[in-house]
């Protein structure tokens, strides 16, 4: 597996919109896109830190993991994810190793990325992620 940096953090939160003051108004950073993923019942916002993004993960639905993991553990960071340079590898090389995979397979993600997750069982408790470019 090819990691070539962390591609963002992923901060669950209760509202995007009250989030955003401490965001911008206080450590200066910019939203540069917000976005709803309809499938993971989620709505996003990006900043960018050097070559690293924070993500804001707003629940649309009660139902969504991510408002189950605000009810379950409050708001904060809810994954960290890797840049890869194949998904499907990764995951591949990943289950080869012994860890538990949430996706077996890449899917659509925020940003038009292909994504999968690793089980934090598997992973020191730590909801991973895996992003690839499909550009690349």
Excluded at 69 to 97: N, R, T, Y
Excluded at 108 to 117: C, H, K, V
Aim: aromatic share 6%; hydrophobic share 40%.
């Amino acid at each position: 597996m090819n990691i070539s940096h962390i591609e963002h953090l992923g901060i669950a939160v209760k509202s995007i919109e009250d989030s955003l003051p401490y965001y911008e108004g206080v450590l200066g950073l910019k939203c540069y896109n917000i976005e709803v993923v309809e499938d993971q019942k989620v709505k996003t916002a990006f900043f960018k830190v050097g070559q690293t993004k924070i993500e804001l993960l707003e629940p649309t639905s009660p139902d969504s993991t991510i408002a189950k993991f605000i009810e379950k553990k409050g708001e904060g960071i809810h994954h960290i994810a890797f840049s890869v340079d194949s998904v499907a590898a990764s995951l591949a090389e990943a289950e080869s190793k012994g860890v538990q995979l949430i996706d077996k397979a890449p899917r659509a993600g925020a940003e038009g990325l292909n994504i999968a997750f690793l089980h934090p069982k598997s992973t020191c408790s730590v909801l991973t992620e895996f992003c690839e470019h499909p550009s690349k």
